[in-house]
């Protein structure tokens, strides 16, 4: 049992290092926080919630992916070096892919109540 609540502390630090020391995982957070006040402001569906909170989770989930990938090139390849340059390009790409459809999902559910 100890060892699955450390499991859990270790994971609660790797998220607390992220929205301490990394500027991206701020702006997501911050993010994430005035998408729930608008979904508490305009009382959306519990469906609508549920596609909230996945889409909130899944580019917190990527934040922290491209983290921890930025900082183990950064391990293996203290240098400059083009292929490690193109991993981490790559891996933000997926952190921008999965934003931009946060937004859409952002625009499809709430469009409807700041419009109508």
């Keep these: 049992m100890k060892r699955l609540i450390d499991s859990f502390g270790y994971a609660f630090r790797g998220v607390g290092f992220a929205l301490t020391g990394q500027r991206n995982m701020k702006i997501h957070f911050t993010a994430a926080l005035i998408v729930l006040a608008a979904g508490l402001r305009f ?6 919630w549920c596609v909230v909170a996945t889409t909130i989770g899944i580019v917190m989930a990527a934040e922290l992916f491209n983290t921890a990938i930025e900082h ?3 391990l293996v390849s203290p240098e400059r070096n083009a292929l490690a340059g193109k991993v981490k390009d790559i891996a933000a790409g997926a952190v921008l892919v999965t934003a931009l459809m946060a937004i859409v999902v952002g625009v499809l559910i709430f469009g409807k109540y700041i419009v109508g």
């Design 43 to 48: 009382e959306i569906t519990a469906m609508e």
């Design 72 to 74: 183990l090139v950064d």
